[in-house]
């Protein structure tokens, strides 16, 4: 059985409140503590494109247009794709 994207947007808004800190949840869909949030955006802005992922089944969701936390990881949204760090694999997104 796989997760729903609502409880994926439950992990997410654990997720969220943890940064800086790691991810507090389990992965809704494996149940492993893989999951890893980095964001995508203008190093100066605060609005971003979220990915949160698990690395050990390699699912997650997207989330456009959201708030930057203070202290998260976000890549330079400047760089080519294939130099942004940290890298993020290609998981499959929940819908
Ligand atoms: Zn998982």
């Given amino acids: 059985m796989t997760a729903t ?3 994926w947007l439950d ?3 654990t997720a ?3 940064v800086p800190g790691p991810p507090g949840s389990a ?9 890893q949030l980095v964001f995508t955006g203008d190093l100066d802005g605060a609005i971003g494109y979220a990915h949160l ?3 050990h089944c390699l699912q997650g969701i997207g989330i456009s247009r ?7 990881i976000v890549q330079d949204i400047r760089l080519p794709r294939d130099q942004r760090r940290p890298e993020i694999p290609n998981y499959h997104l929940v819908q």
């Avoid at 992965?27 to 999951?35: K, V």
């Fill in 11 to 13: 992990a997410f808004s």
């Fill in 53 to 55: 992922w698990c690395n």
């Fill in 16 to 18: 969220y409140d943890a």
């Fill in 27 to 35: 992965c809704p869909n494996c149940g492993h503590h893989c999951l």
């Fill in 66 to 72: 959201t708030a930057i936390p203070d202290q998260a």
């Fill in 5 to 7: 994207y609502d409880q």
